[in-house]
């Protein structure tokens, strides 16, 4: 069985909740990550990824305005989630596109990321990152298997994983890292049998 700490990144690119968005929106162009924790002490807090960047970014055409303080961080037990509607799976979007948020994101996106001289970015440098990140967190532990990690995204819709051991964050797994698992042939595949009726049944059920 693959576990996530064997296909997790250690090294985490991070920010704290005061760090600005300007700040934050260069660090992710500059290490070309679509998302990082958010961290006070050592604890995580939240999650700001490139897409709330964007949409803060592209939301702010003038003044910025007051915003309404976030609530309080809300942790999520994986196990609980209802399975996904298999009659909406045709309006699911491809893998192609969990695997290579970054790339998808265009040219024009990309050089606006990296070159943040601009007036329009400048309200970025008023704000920061405790208004626009995730407070529902997701979290597995490193010795979790990595099918039970993409059962996950899956479910609740995302494209990453903070993993967490003892309460530390100790690395984060992306749909990209599940897909190069899948690609290099580490993930065991279901195999799947037919029975007398001529129906295909799982081993196990």
Known sequence: MLKLRNIMTSDVVSVTPLTTLRDAMELLARQHVSGAPVLTGGRVVGVVSAADLLSFAASEPGV????????DTEWRDWSDLPLPDQSD???????????????DAGAEVTER????????????????VREVMTRQLWAMSPDDAVEKAAE?????????????DDGKLVGIVTTTDIARA????????????????????????
Do not use: C
């Not at 910025?64 to 609530?71: H, I, K, L, S, T």
């Open 64 to 71: 910025p305005r007051e915003r309404e303080e976030p609530e």
């Open 113 to 128: 990321m990296e070159s943040v001289d601009g007036p329009e970015w400048d309200t970025l440098a008023e704000h920061e």
């Open 89 to 103: 799976v045709e309006n699911e979007p491809s893998g192609e596109f969990f695997t290579d948020l970054w790339d």
């Open 152 to 164: 996950l995204m899956q479910r609740a819709r995302i494209h990453r994983v903070l993993v967490v």
């Open 182 to 205: 899948v690609a290099e042939r580490k993930v065991q595949g279901r195999t799947y049998v037919f029975n007398r009726d001529r129906e295909f049944r799982e081993p196990w059920s």
